[in-house]
């Protein structure tokens, strides 16, 4: 089970998802919308997936991967997917990804207002996500929980 507080890292931080095919190629990519819905499951966005869907399409085994400089804190969990691109779990992420977008927006707002020099890039990063569409929601169960950080020793 996930403690509230690695549900809140994924929410907070970018996450590297790992898949692999049937004959074990590896392939890892960064997931900018990661949210834990219970203490069990997660459902993170598919907008881009090529080779990490036809890899979970063959192969539902993933491991996910972050780390949380704030708290000084690294996790690796390890699950089984299911590719949902109708139904409540898709319509359950498309309100997460709304939800998401609505934060993200404020906090860009207040980057910019800090630092105009990065409206531009806060523009044609506003643009760019605008253009993309999600395919599917990805739910995975989560199975297993390991920490990245060293023990230390008394």
Same mark, same amino acid.
């Given at each position: ?23 074990? @190629?590896?392939?890892?990519?960064? /997931?900018?919308?990661?949210? %834990? ?20 399409? %063959? ?20 699950? @089984? ?14 309100? /997460? ?24 890039? %806060?523009?044609?990063? @506003? ?9 599917? %929601? ?6 297993? /929980? ?9």
């Amino acid at each position: 089970m996930m403690s509230k507080e690695i549900m809140q890292m994924l929410d907070e931080n970018l996450v590297y998802l790992a898949t692999s095919t049937l004959e074990g @190629k590896p392939n890892v990519v960064p /997931i900018g919308l990661c949210q %834990a819905i219970s203490d069990k499951q997660l459902i993170i966005i598919d907008v881009m997936f090529d080779k990490t869907r036809k890899n979970l399409e %063959a192969n539902p085994m993933v491991a996910i991967s972050f780390t949380d400089h704030k708290r000084r804190e690294s996790y690796q969990l390890k699950g @089984k997917a299911e590719v949902h691109t109708d139904g409540p779990v898709f319509e359950q992420m498309q309100q /997460i990804r709304e939800q998401k977008a609505e934060r993200k927006r404020a906090q860009m707002q207040q980057a910019v207002e800090m630092s105009p020099e990065l409206k531009e890039k %806060a523009d044609r990063l @506003k643009e760019w996500r605008k253009n993309l569409k999600p395919r599917a %929601a990805v739910l995975i169960t989560v199975e297993e /929980i390991y920490s990245h950080m060293p023990k230390l020793k008394d």
